[in-house]
């Protein structure tokens, strides 16, 4: 029998937590799945940002869409275990999750603290091994996805030359910790395997928000460092999301999956 993409790549019927997700990226990553019939769970400090997002999903993908928006605090347990509740009480559980929440200072090696560094690490590494955790009872019983979003500056240093003063630098800590996620991811595909669960990091770059699209100057560094020629947008991230949170990637776990316009490639 001839398995349809469109089979494959369907979410109906499933649920997907998405922190950071009414962010810059996030809003993409959540209309990509309202769009292929989830219900979504959009979640950050900023709850009435969530729940306008969600709103937006439902005007868009039909009153039948499934969106909640909720308060999270990555760095606060009960905060976390308080989106847990509301998702299973919601939903009925949880089959995707997407840790993509991200705070941080812009910092040079000369600027960073040990205060910005550990803030940085408990953001974009601890937080998501902890909202993991919350959620490893749920996607054990779905046999569910996990897909990290890491950084190309996880796996390949900043270059300096593009970088001037504070006010764009990407910090010491960022690259670092994205780099402990995404070894983090190829953990978590070996040892969750038994349950049935894939994990996979995403490493976006360069993505800059649109206030940093404003300086034409260090905007244009951005898009001539690669080979495309151009900086990504959010839509760029959606079509790999689909497949890597989908069963259209159902064969595919460990892996951190660069949408980065060929940056490292060179």
């Not at 769970?41 to 009435?48: G, L, Q």
């Not at 910005?116 to 993991?132: A, E, G, H, K």
């Amino acid at each position: 029998m001839t398995v349809m993409l469109k089979d494959l790549l369907s979410l109906k019927g499933r649920t997907a937590l998405v922190t950071g997700g009414a962010g810059f990226l996030g809003t993409a990553m959540c209309e990509t799945f309202a769009e292929l019939g989830a219900n979504v769970v959009i979640a950050s400090r900023d709850e009435e940002k969530c729940k306008r997002a969600a709103a937006a999903l439902q005007e868009t993908f039909g009153d039948g869409t499934g969106a909640l928006g909720l308060h999270l605090d990555v760095l606060e347990g009960e905060s976390i275990a308080g989106v847990m509740r509301a998702t299973k009480d919601e939903f009925g559980g949880l089959d995707i999750l997407v840790n993509n929440a991200w705070s941080g200072n812009k910092n040079s090696w000369e600027s960073i603290t040990e205060e910005d560094w550990r803030y940085d690490v408990d953001v974009s590494l601890n937080s998501p091994f902890v909202v993991t955790k919350a959620a490893f009872p749920m996607l054990k019983t779905s046999r569910g996805v996990i897909l990290n979003v890491g950084s190309m500056y996880g796996h390949v240093a900043p270059d300096y030359r593009l970088y001037e003063g504070t006010t764009f630098q990407n910090p010491p800590s960022y690259g670092a910790a994205k780099a402990g996620l995404i070894q983090f991811t190829k953990y978590l595909s070996s040892f969750l395997a038994p349950y049935g669960i894939r994990a996979n990091a995403l490493s976006p770059g360069a993505y800059p928000h649109p206030p940093v699209r404003e300086h034409e100057v260090f905007h244009g560094r951005l898009a001539a460092k690669n080979p495309i020629g151009r900086v990504g947008d959010p839509e760029d991230l959606k079509g790999v999301v689909a497949v890597l949170c989908s069963d259209a990637g159902a064969y595919i776990t460990g892996q951190n999956v660069c949408v980065d316009g060929g940056w490292a490639v060179w």
